[in-house]
Structures are given as C-alpha cells and as structure tokens.
C-alpha cells in the first residue's frame, strides 16, 4: 500500500443529454490527472438525471456492460493510469436497474461494482435496491469501499464497509442538501476513524424545462433543487481537508494516509470498533415494523444544568426534562428539589460498581439504564458494561431514553433507541474530540429523527437538538426551505455557563419519512446488516 496517496473528489453537472454527461466526465478525469491524483471519485447518476418517465425508460437509458459510456471511462482511467469511482444507472441482465457504482482501475478494468441499497424518493419508482453488500477492495492504494448519497445519510452502510476493512470511503452524491457537505459527510469519517471522498453533483438535479413549475408547487426557490456541490475529502478525524464551491464544475485534491484509517483509537485508548457490541445490535436487522407509538407532545421544554443546586430554579421555570452531567448531583437530593413541580431530571450513578443512568422524579428514581459499552471515561480504571439493551421509561410528554456516558459514540445506540420509538433522548456525556458535539450528536439527531439532549460537564460545550417540522421533501413546509433536510435545530449551552434552556418537539421523532417511500428508520438495509450485528 501506497504511504500516501493523492485523491480527488469531482463535481458535474449532468443533464438529460448523456454525451454531454459523458464529456463532462472526461473533463474532469482529466483534470484530476493533471493535478496529480492517483484515485478520482465522481459523482452519483453520472449518466442522466435522476428522473424519467416510469421504469422502462430508466431501464433503456441506463449503461451497459461495454457500451459506449463505461467504454470511455475505462479508456480514460488507462489513459491516465488512474484508479476512477463512477456512479450510473446501470442495467442488468435479470431487467432490473441500479444506481450502480464502478471502480476502474489504472488499466481500465472493473475490479470492483456495487449498487446502491438505500433508494431515496423517486428512485424507488425507477431503481432496484441492492440484494448484497458492496465489496471491500484491496488495493495499491489502500482498501477502499464505495457508497452513494442516500446511504451516508443513515450509518449502516458505512459501518459495515468499515467493519469489513474499509479504510477510504466512495461516495458518488446526486443531492441538493446543504447539509450533506456540513454533517452526514464528514460524520462518516469521523465515527469510523476513515477517510471520506465524496463527491457531489452542481446545475439542476431536475429537468431544466419542469423546473421553474416544480419548484412553484413546492414553495422552493428553483436554484435550492440544484445539486450542492462542495465535493470534499475528509480526515479519519472528521476534519475537512479539501472542499470544492458551492457551483461549478471543479475538482479538489488532497494528498492521504490510509494508513491512518487504521488507528481506532480515542484520546483515551479506546478502541471504537472493537469496544462495539454487536450482540446488542441484533434488531438492527429486524424487519421493519414501523413505528408503533403516536406521536408525543408537540413541544417540551428541556434544560441543561451542570450544577444540581439550580435543579428546582430550573424545574419551577418550566424545565419538563433536565439533563446533568454524568456523575452530578444524588438520586435523592435530585428527588427532593423536583417535588411539586412534575419534571423529571437524568444523570448518572454508580451502582455496584457499574455506571448506571437514572430518571428521577419527585418520588425517587423511577427508570435506571445500565452503561451497554465499556469506558475508561469514568473513574480511574473505567467501567465494564453491564447493560444488556436500551430501557425506555414512557413519560405524560412521549417516550424517553437514556444513553449513557461513552454509549453515545456508538451510532448503533441510538437507533436502539429509534426502534423502540423513543421521541427524546437524554445524554450525560463527557467529550473528548471535537467531532463528537459538531458532528456526531446532531447526526445521531439527523439520522433517527430523536430530540437530543446532551449534558456535560461545565468546562465543555453541550448542546440540546429539536427535530424540526420542516422535514419531508416534496411537501409543504412551514418555514422557507433552507437547504438543510434532516439537520436539528441546535441549542448551543456554552462551556462556563451553568444552565441552559430549549425546546424540542417530541411529536416530530414520528415523522421519519425524508422522501416518498423513504424511511429514516425504517429504509435501513437490514437484510445487509451481519458486519454490524456479528
């Protein structure tokens, strides 16, 4: 393997007319072989828009082995003697069409295929999901895995790509979300300690002359449905290292270690994947049941106190939930300052030399939830786990869980707690890298659609995070679309400031559909899920 490599990350803007999508490729394999990259990633659909008539005419229009577009990458890829990650509809011998990624390497071969398992919208009415997991490939470069879109906005593909050895991740994107550049990206890289190339698409993601009345229906500016841009490769710390513009075709480049990729290790020595336990995770392959709960309340104060004197202050100001660091403030004294007022606090105990969350009211503690993972977070020589699964406790606003301390690093925890219908969760945490409050709580957020509260202690940054109403596209929202689809409306509580105060909305956890036919939750690909769960 290569001890450093250069990469790149290219972005088009690809239409109805597939030689001109097909030129616009070129151009830019050639320009990241003139700036020296080894790999080059492009974007998701490079073929032809991401909409057609029905499903026949996906079928027709999509490539095929050997056809004059594939031919063209191949011949490039061994022209330049370059490794090339492509996305494309692709048609199959069985009838069906994939959102297809192909890995040329720099003899023009393909070594390396996988379709898309996660559909998004519209996709469902053209596209087949992916019966099998994409391959690891190892290569000179490094192992690499490839993804699309959809699937960096749930965790699971990814996941499983780097649980198989994955060290560079792919990621072909056909998206209009700001927030894919700013959270579900770099998250990918920082929860798995990976790298991320992602690159996305520029120009309008519909066709040209539907646009102006499509946008009118929905109440959206018509350049919000062009694609994105800001094509990015990031650190296995979640660190951006090169970021394209907002529009325009360009490329960026980057010069990585894969080997980096291999060190799991938080500040702590923690190792993140191999302190996993998939023995816990094994609804994660379930069938979907979809969610059996009503919605909660519509709204809920909430509130992070860092000092357990200030808990009835809080609670008489109208505070339902307060969360406290882990290891603040006794069960009983908490109890005591909550009389008369019906809120309910979280923090974290020591119990027969486990770390174990608690939900107090006025009349005690009424819901304990053991650690699941170990940590070496608290306490001298840390705890090992002695949880065995997430304990909601139902609550008059909705359904409440309860992660504990270094259970929040674990993406798998939260979407537990997703699938027992959890509508808040409370987090008494205690960070040691950046990534974990700017990406990896708000995603834990995102992807599930939960309420987060997040407490720390005084001298660190805590957040509180409310899923929004304006959520599924293609329908009216309440508010003027923003760009950003699944991003939780942070509350920031400043590191020094005692306490802190928001709203979140305990109704919107049951609106987990981001699209027609696309389920947060629920379109996970669990049939795709063992590297997870065993």
Not at 328 to 341: E, F, H, K, R
Request: charged share 20%; with cysteine; proline share 8%.
């Amino acid at each position: 393997m290569a001890p450093v490599v250069r990469v790149a990350a290219a972005q088009i803007e690809a239409g109805q007319d597939i030689a001109a999508n097909l030129a616009a490729c070129l151009r830019v394999i050639d320009a990241a072989a003139a700036a020296g990259a080894q790999l080059v990633v492009l974007p998701e659909f490079c073929n032809h828009l991401s909409w057609y008539a029905n499903r026949a005419q996906a079928h027709e229009l999509a490539t095929r082995p050997g056809d004059a577009f594939l031919t063209a990458i191949a011949g490039r890829a061994r022209q330049h003697e370059m490794w090339v990650k492509i996305n494309v509809t692709h048609a199959h011998p069985d009838g069906t069409t994939g959102g297809t990624n192909f890995l040329f390497d720099p003899a023009g071969a393909i070594v390396g295929t996988s379709d898309k398992q996660t559909l998004m919208g519209a996709e469902n009415d053209f596209l087949s999901p992916s019966k099998k997991v994409g391959p690891v490939l190892e290569t000179p470069l490094g192992c690499l895995g490839m993804y699309a879109c959809m699937e960096g906005v749930i965790n699971e593909v990814t996941r499983g790509l780097v649980l198989r050895g994955a060290q560079v991740l792919l990621n072909s994107l056909n998206s209009f979300a700001l927030d894919e550049a700013d959270l579900h990206i770099p998250v990918r890289a920082a929860e798995n300690k990976a790298w991320v190339v992602a690159a996305n698409k520029v120009g309008p993601l519909l066709p040209v002359d539907e646009l102006p009345a499509i946008a009118a229906r929905l109440g959206v500016p018509p350049e919000w449905l062009h694609g994105a841009g800001e094509s990015q490769i990031v650190a296995p710390d979640g660190t951006v290292v090169a970021k394209a513009p907002r529009t325009g075709e360009a490329i960026v480049v980057a010069d990585i270690d894969p080997a980096l990729a291999d060190d799991k290790r938080r500040p702590d020595g923690t190792d993140i994947l191999a302190n996993r336990r998939p023995s816990l995770y094994g609804p994660l392959g379930d069938p979907p049941v979809g969610r059996r709960r009503g919605p909660g309340a519509p709204t809920l104060p909430v509130a992070v106190v860092r000092a357990p004197e200030l808990v009835r202050e809080t609670a008489l100001g109208g505070a339902q939930l307060i969360v406290l660091p882990q290891l603040t403030g006794s069960p009983v004294a908490l109890a005591a300052a909550l009389g008369g007022t019906g809120a309910h606090a979280v923090t974290t105990v020591i119990e027969n030399g486990a770390h174990v969350g608690v939900v107090v009211g006025s009349s005690g503690v009424i819901a304990r939830q053991p650690q699941l993972h170990a940590s070496r977070g608290v306490g001298a020589a840390g705890f090992e786990p002695t949880g065995k699964r997430i304990v909601p406790v139902d609550l008059p606003w909705g359904r409440l869980a309860v992660v504990v301390g270094d259970d929040a690093l674990y993406p798998e925890t939260f979407r537990l707690a997703a699938l027992l219908d959890a509508d808040v969760v409370a987090v008494p945490y205690r960070a040691q890298e950046p990534w974990e409050m700017s990406l990896g709580l708000p995603e834990r957020a995102a992807e599930n659609r939960l309420n987060v509260v997040v407490a720390t202690p005084e001298g660190q940054a805590a957040a509180i995070f409310a899923m929004s109403p304006d959520f599924t596209l293609w329908t009216q929202w309440q508010g003027p679309f923003t760009g950003r689809i699944s991003t939780p409306i942070r509350t920031d509580v400043p590191a020094g400031t005692a306490v802190g105060t928001a709203v979140v909305n305990p109704a919107q956890a049951a609106n987990r559909q981001v699209s027609r036919r696309t389920d947060l939750v629920d379109g996970r690909p669990w049939r795709l899920v063992d590297a997870l769960t065993r």
